[in-house]
């Protein structure tokens, strides 16, 4: 048996107005929800169980994911009344953890897509017997994260806060295997990180924490930008097949289109975008690098670009989104040509209780040039 544990109790706030609705693992990449895509490549690698740390909004992962039977696993949900954080919910999540004191549990945070080799990481675990084993990737430019030095032998030294001058490249991936035994230590029912608290206690005790140095595929897809990127990669074939759940025969082109989407025979899709079950675009529109959840309505003569259309959201006739994020229902009037990077949303509460559009559609008042 090999277990796993995957983080998706966050707010994803960076990802708003999209995960006032939906949990952001569970927002659609390539038309299935993100979390199936972990879930394929957990499933690839042998392991057989999942632990979903749940927090906010955990009945849609249910909703979906079921038992898991569907996907080849089972899955296991424990939830966080109150959110603990990641290395808080890594603890509460042992509770559903039927492994012994030594076994490997892999632990993955909800949000990351990666082609790195899995079951390589649990092997090295395995033969050095060290406490966690983290996957490290290498980036162009470190200074956005915390880097993680290394020594000759592979064994972490350091988690160093971001910093503007970075001693390396290399990053934490947010895939880790843990020793059982070293879950079960972390203080329980206490608001703690895994990366501010938990790995630095790690070293100052000496524990061994070792990295799997892999530059694979690898994006978070914590902001709008990575979000549609992530979705186009998926699409057209970027993403390798360990990390993704294919496009398969929904893929057209440079496009995916689910079923029962209306589109006019002379819209342009290209850049790996998707069109939702049940989604129209009408004619003469470009559809470039984005996401149209499903329900959408694309009107005519309209550009899109790098952009993600919440489900029902419609957009009229003549109007131009680049890089606009648009929630689920928001109208956007004919001849609308939204600022770049514009985030639109509908008057939500947080709670779930209510999630009603403003009297006025939200954002009538912005239509300015166009047609
Ligand atoms: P932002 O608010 O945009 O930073 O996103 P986030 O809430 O997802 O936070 P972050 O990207 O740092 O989280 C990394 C992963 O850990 C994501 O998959 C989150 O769902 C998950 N996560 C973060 N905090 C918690 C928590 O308190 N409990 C649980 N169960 N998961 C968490």
């Not at 296991?76 to 603990?84: C, D, F, M, N, Q």
């Not at 029912?189 to 895994?194: A, E, L």
């Not at 670009?305 to 956007?332: E, F, M, N, T, Y």
Request: overall charge negative.
């Amino acid at each position: 048996m090999q277990e796993a544990v995957v983080l998706v109790g966050g707010l994803g706030t960076r990802l708003r107005p999209l995960t006032l609705t939906t949990p952001k693992p569970m927002l659609p990449v390539a038309g299935v929800p993100f979390i199936a895509h972990q879930c394929a490549k957990l499933q690839a690698a042998g392991v057989d169980h999942v632990v979903l740390a749940t927090s906010y909004r955990p009945e849609i992962f249910a909703d979906y994911l079921g038992d898991g039977a569907s996907l080849g696993i089972r899955i296991t949900y424990v939830h966080e009344r109150e959110a603990l954080g990641t290395g808080g919910a890594i603890r509460n999540a042992s509770a559903a953890l039927e492994s012994g004191a030594n076994d490997p549990v892999v632990i993955l945070n909800g949000d990351v897509l990666s082609g790195h080799d899995l079951r390589g990481q649990v092997e090295l675990h395995r033969k050095t017997e060290a406490a966690v084993t983290l996957h490290l990737v290498e980036v162009a430019d470190a200074r956005a994260y915390g880097c993680v030095p290394t020594d000759a032998d592979g064994r972490v030294t350091a988690f160093l806060e971001k910093m503007p001058d970075p001693v390396t490249n290399w990053i934490n991936a947010g895939a880790y295997v843990f020793r059982r035994s070293v879950i079960d230590a972390i203080p329980a029912g206490q608001v703690i990180s895994v990366e501010r608290d938990t790995f630095p206690n790690l070293l100052l005790a000496a524990s061994d924490i070792r990295a799997w140095q892999e530059s694979a595929y690898w994006i978070d897809v914590g902001t709008p930008e990575a979000f549609v990127r992530c979705s186009a990669d998926v699409v057209l074939g970027v993403a390798p097949s360990n990390a993704a759940s294919p496009a398969g025969s929904a893929r057209i082109g440079d496009a995916m289109v689910l079923l029962g989407a209306e589109m006019a025979n002379d819209v342009r899709l290209s850049g790996g975008t998707t069109i939702g079950a049940g989604a129209r675009v009408g004619t003469g529109t470009d559809v470039d690098e984005s996401v149209v959840m499903d329900a959408a309505v694309v009107g005519s003569s309209t550009r899109v670009r790098r952009s993600v259309i919440g489900k029902g959201a419609v957009i009229g006739d003549g109007c131009v989104l680049d890089g606009c994020v648009l929630a689920d229902g928001v109208v956007v009037a004919d001849g609308t040509e939204l600022p770049p990077g514009t985030r639109v949303e509908l008057d939500v509460d947080i709670a779930g209780t209510s999630n009603k559009p403003l009297s006025d559609p939200a954002v009538t008042d912005t239509a300015a040039s166009g047609t």
